[in-house]
Nanobody, 122 residues
């Protein structure tokens, strides 16, 4: 069982930056692939980014955030990060952290956090 707790969301002006963190419980954190998803009001949840397990040697991004967002993991701290630059109003939504022991979380995952709100103003 893995519990995920996101933090770092908030209100930022367009062009600004935020760093989201997701702290995980459990002693096998490094064996999980991790991901970030977001859900805007009235829209379905969508994939944002994912990172492979262990050293996190591969990262994946949605086209809409490629070049602006960076995912990383610190296994010593049981934490995954999402650094977001050049934020746009369309990045607004609730951001969820996800973890999966068997597959890269691109569409679904075994474990989810409760979400953190990101609001980007014009």
């Amino acid at each position: 069982q893995v519990q995920l707790v996101e933090s770092g969301g908030g209100l930022v002006q367009a062009g600004g930056s935020l760093r989201l963190s997701c702290a995980a419980s459990g002693r096998t954190f490094s064996s999980y692939a991790l991901g970030w998803f977001r859900q805007a009001p009235g829209k379905e949840r969508e994939f944002v980014s994912a990172i492979t397990s262990w050293s996190g040697g591969r990262q994946y991004y949605a086209d809409s955030v490629k070049g602006r967002f960076t995912i990383s993991r610190d296994n010593a701290k049981n934490t995954v990060y999402l650094q977001m630059y050049s934020l746009k109003p369309e990045d607004t939504g609730v951001y969820f952290c996800a973890a999966d022991a068997k597959k890269l979380p691109r569409y679904e995952a075994d474990y989810w956090g409760q979400g953190t709100q990101v609001t980007v103003s014009f």
